[in-house]
């Protein structure tokens, strides 16, 4: 079988093989070509580790078969607490005939692309991009907080002051918070980065603004310097699984972005135990407030 050969996301190496040379698909790795951007049947094989959210890991499955020749092998992944014990049944209802294995708590099915799929349209309009009136903004299935507004973010562009000058919101999904900071006019600009392509092509439409500028990246390896100030609601979720490095990491890469007399807003969930990073990265770090179970910090450089 000629063509492609793609994965999707990490696979685990003690799980399943990913072929030698294949090309990277997810929204999630900065560089990853784009799945819903494949020619249909242009496509040789397809290793997918599916996403753990229903509407997107229909979403993903129906564009990587559309995008398989006919015939083709593919091999869909996931943990058995993340969907896992839902891909025989979702796989199946495209049309694909499959054997199923579970190993080191992930089920796995196998199979070849049927000469036709059914059922994919549903699973395409499901999951693809779309206006939510609830919030006025372009969001997408997969994309943190997608069809809501994160009462943690919401309780920052509550309490944000008017912000000056060049900055940075680190993580910044849709666009919703920077939409905010962008209110303020002695704002120069702001760039907003975020490691999800779908949350930056969404913020593109929801972020007008000739101040904002946009960055599909990883912000652990992104080089931006010199800021006047950085705004973030910082994740501590990694793939789907808790991760407090993560917005430790976050917190780390604020202090060496801003310039001196820089300043970092944060909100952050309550239970995690954040002040121990902030104080020693930051000349002074204090909480502003503590409600609804988290925390917005204010923090110099």
């Known amino acids: 079988m000629s063509g492609m050969i793609a994965v999707y996301g990490a696979p685990p190496a ?4 990913v072929p030698h040379g294949a090309t990277q698909f997810s929204p999630l790795m900065p560089g990853a070509a784009a799945l819903e951007q494949q020619a249909e049947g242009s ?11 229903t509407l997107e ?21 996931a943990p058995n607490d993340r969907g896992g014990t839902r891909l025989r049944k979702e796989t199946q209802a495209f049309g694909c005939t499959l054997q199923e ?7 796995i099915v196998t ?13 395409l309009e499901q999951g693809r991009p779309r206006l939510i009136d609830e919030l006025g903004a372009w969001s997408q299935p997969g994309v943190f ?14 309490h ?12 910044c999904g849709i666009g919703l918070l920077a939409h905010a900071v962008l209110v303020s006019h002695e704002v120069t600009d702001i760039v907003l980065i975020d490691i999800d392509r779908r949350a930056i092509a969404c913020a593109e439409h929801n972020v007008s603004d000739p101040r904002a500028r946009f960055l599909w990246a990883d912000l652990r390896s992104a080089a931006i310097s010199d800021l006047d100030f950085v705004v973030m609601n910082a994740p501590f979720h990694d793939a789907g699984a808790e991760d407090k490095s993560l917005a430790q990491q976050f917190i780390t890469r604020a202090a060496e972005a ?13 239970h995690l135990p954040y002040e121990a990073i902030l104080k020693p990265a930051f000349k002074r770090a204090h909480l502003m407030i503590e409600a609804g179970g988290y925390k917005i910090y204010e923090a110099h450089t």
């Open 14 to 17: 003690d799980v399943v093989d």
């Open 43 to 53: 496509l040789g094989e397809l290793v997918m580790l599916a996403p753990p959210g």
């Open 57 to 77: 890991r229909r979403y993903v499955i129906a564009h990587g078969l559309r995008a398989l020749a006919r015939g083709a092998p593919f091999t869909i992944l």
């Open 101 to 107: 294995d579970a190993r080191r708590h992930h089920r």
């Open 111 to 123: 199979g070849t692309r049927p000469e036709t799929l059914t059922a994919i349209d549903d699973a």
């Open 145 to 158: 907080s997608w069809d809501r507004l994160d009462p943690g973010t919401a309780l920052l562009i509550e």
């Open 160 to 171: 944000l002051p008017k912000l000056r000058g060049h900055g940075a919101d680190f993580g």
């Open 258 to 270: 801003l310039g001196k007399g820089g300043v970092c807003f944060m909100v952050a969930n309550r």
